[in-house]
C-alpha cells in the first residue's frame, strides 16, 4: 500500500470508493455557491459567525454597568442614549445613502468603527472606577451612535437586495441562526471567564477580546455584492418652505397604508417590550439575586432558544404564511414581561428565558420581512429610515419612563404594565389584517 493510500483511506461515495480529498471535494463541488446570491447568502452566514463572536460581549453590558454602581437612570441610557442619537440622524443619513452607489462599503466600515466602543468599554476601567467607570461607558455607547445610525440603516438595505424576495426570509434564518450559535457558545464561555476572574478586570477581558472577531466579519460582509443603486435626485426643491416638505412627506407615508398599519401596531407593541429593556437585568440581579454564572444561563437560554426558533418559524412561515407567524411571536413576546414578574427564582428564570428567545425569532424574523414587504419599492431608504426613527423616539421615551415608574410603583408592576401595552400591540396587529398574504407586494404610490 502506498503513502498516499494509507494516509486517504478510501471512501465509499454512492457505490465508488474515493480517497478522503476526492469525497470532500466531491461533496463541495455539490455544495458550493454557484450564483451571486448563494455567495451572498454564505458571506452573510459567515459574517454572523463573526458578529456572533462580537456581541456576544454586549449581553453583559447592562450588568457590567450596574456592578459598576451605575444607577438605573443610567442603565436606562444604555438605550434611550443611543436612540436619541438616532433620532435625529436616521433621516439625514437616509438622504446620504441615497445619493450613494455602493452602499456596502459604506455599511461594513460604519459597522467596525462603531463597534470600537466594545474595545474602549473594556479600557474605561483601568481610567476610571466606580460609579464613574460605568457613566463613562453610557457616555461612549451613546457617542459612537452616530455611527451606529448608519450602520443600522446600511444593514436592512443590504440585506434587502442580496437576494431576492423568495430567499430574503432564509438567509436573514442562516445567518441569525449561525451569529446565534456563536453567541450562545461565546456567552457560556464568557459566564466562566467571569467567574474566575477578579471584577472589573472579568469583564474588561471579554470586551477587549469581543472586538477581534469584527474584523473577520469585516472582511466578511465587504464580500457582499449589492446591485448599484442610481443615485436619488433631490426631491424638493431647496425653496419649497419647511411646512410644505413636511406634508409632502406626510402625504407620501400616509399613501403607503401598509405601511402606516404595521407601523403603528409595531410601535405600541415596542414601547412595552422597550420600557422594560433596562429593568430586566435590574430584576435578575437584585430581584432573583442571580449571580453572574447565572445570568450568562438565562442569556444562553435565550440565545439556544432563539437558534431553534428561526429554523422552526420559517417552516412556518412556508406552511402558514407570515401572518401566523407575525401573531404567534408578538403574542409570547407580550407575555414574556408577565412571565418575568411571576418568576421568583432564578431556576425557574431559565424556561422563561428560553420562551421568550423562541418567541423573539419570530418577531426578529418578522419585523424584518415582513416589514419589507409594506416599504413601497424605490424608496426603502427613506422609509427604512422613518422606520427607524420611530422606533428610536419610541426607544428614547419609553426606558427611562420604566426607570421612573420603578420607585413609584415597583419593579413587578412595571413589567405588569409593560405586558399589557405590548399586547395592546397584538390586538392591533390582529385586528388590522396585517401581513395577509394578499396585501404583500408594496409598490410605489
Not at 430586566?280 to 453572574?292: F, T
Not at 404594565?417 to 399586547?423: G, P, Q, T, W
Amino acid at each position: 500500500m502506498s503513502d498516499s493510500q494509507h494516509q486517504h483511506p478510501p471512501v465509499l461515495l454512492r457505490g465508488k470508493a474515493r480517497t478522503l480529498p476526492e469525497a470532500l471535494g466531491h461533496k463541495w463541488h455539490q455544495i458550493r455557491p454557484r450564483t451571486v446570491e448563494d455567495r451572498n447568502i454564505l458571506y452573510v452566514t459567515l459574517d454572523g459567525i463573526a458578529l456572533g463572536f462580537t456581541t456576544a460581549a454586549s449581553t453583559f453590558l447592562s450588568v457590567f454597568v450596574i456592578r459598576l454602581g451605575a444607577s438605573a437612570f443610567w442603565v436606562s441610557l444604555l438605550t434611550s442614549l443611543p436612540a436619541m442619537v438616532n433620532l435625529f440622524l436616521a433621516m439625514p443619513m437616509a438622504r446620504f445613502l441615497e445619493r450613494q452607489q455602493r452602499i456596502v462599503p459604506i455599511f461594513a466600515w460604519s459597522r467596525l468603527l462603531a463597534h470600537s466602543a466594545y474595545v474602549i468599554t473594556g479600557l474605561v476601567p483601568f481610567f476610571l472606577q466606580g460609579r464613574l467607570a460605568g457613566e463613562a461607558i453610557v457616555v461612549v455607547w451613546g457617542l459612537v451612535a452616530v455611527l451606529a445610525s448608519l450602520a443600522n440603516l446600511g444593514f436592512t438595505l443590504v440585506m434587502s437586495r442580496s437576494v431576492s424576495r423568495e430567499r430574503r426570509a432564509m438567509q436573514m434564518s442562516s445567518r441569525w441562526v449561525a451569529m446565534g450559535l456563536s453567541k450562545m457558545i461565546v456567552v457560556a464561555l464568557a459566564g466562566q471567564v467571569l467567574a474566575r476572574l477578579p471584577f472589573p478586570l472579568n469583564y474588561q477581558v471579554i470586551f477587549i477580546a469581543s472586538y477581534s472577531a469584527d474584523l473577520a466579519a469585516f472582511c466578511f460582509i465587504s464580500r457582499v455584492q449589492n446591485p448599484e443603486q442610481e443615485p436619488a435626485a433631490p426631491r424638493i426643491s431647496a425653496r419649497e418652505p419647511l411646512w410644505g416638505r413636511f406634508r409632502a412627506g406626510v402625504a407620501e407615508v400616509l399613501r403607503a397604508r401598509a405601511f402606516v398599519a404595521f407601523s403603528l401596531a409595531r410601535n405600541v407593541f415596542v414601547f412595552g417590550i422597550d420600557m422594560i429593556a433596562p429593568l430586566i437585568p435590574i430584576y435578575w440581579v437584585q430581584s432573583l439575586g442571580a449571580s453572574d454564572a447565572q445570568v450568562s444561563y438565562f442569556n444562553t437560554a435565550i440565545t439556544a432558544a432563539t437558534l431553534v426558533g428561526y429554523g422552526f418559524w420559517v417552516r412556518v412561515k412556508r406552511q402558514r404564511g407570515n401572518r401566523t407567524v407575525l401573531l404567534a411571536a408578538v403574542l409570547g413576546r407580550s407575555l414574556y414581561p408577565l412571565l418575568i414578574a411571576l418568576t421568583r427564582s432564578p431556576l425557574v428564570m431559565i424556561p422563561v428565558a428560553a420562551f421568550n428567545g423562541l418567541a423573539f425569532a419570530g418577531e426578529n424574523l418578522m419585523f424584518f420581512d415582513a416589514f419589507l414587504d409594506t416599504v413601497p419599492r424605490g424608496k426603502e431608504a427613506r422609509f427604512i429610515a422613518i422606520n427607524q426613527t420611530l422606533a428610536n423616539a419610541i426607544a428614547f421615551i419609553a426606558p427611562p419612563l420604566g426607570a421612573a415608574l420603578l420607585p413609584v410603583m415597583g419593579i413587578q408592576r412595571v413589567l405588569m404594565l409593560a405586558a399589557v401595552i405590548a399586547f395592546t400591540g397584538f390586538l392591533l396587529f390582529f385586528a388590522g389584517g396585517i401581513a395577509r398574504e394578499t396585501s404583500l407586494a408594496a409598490t410605489s404610490p
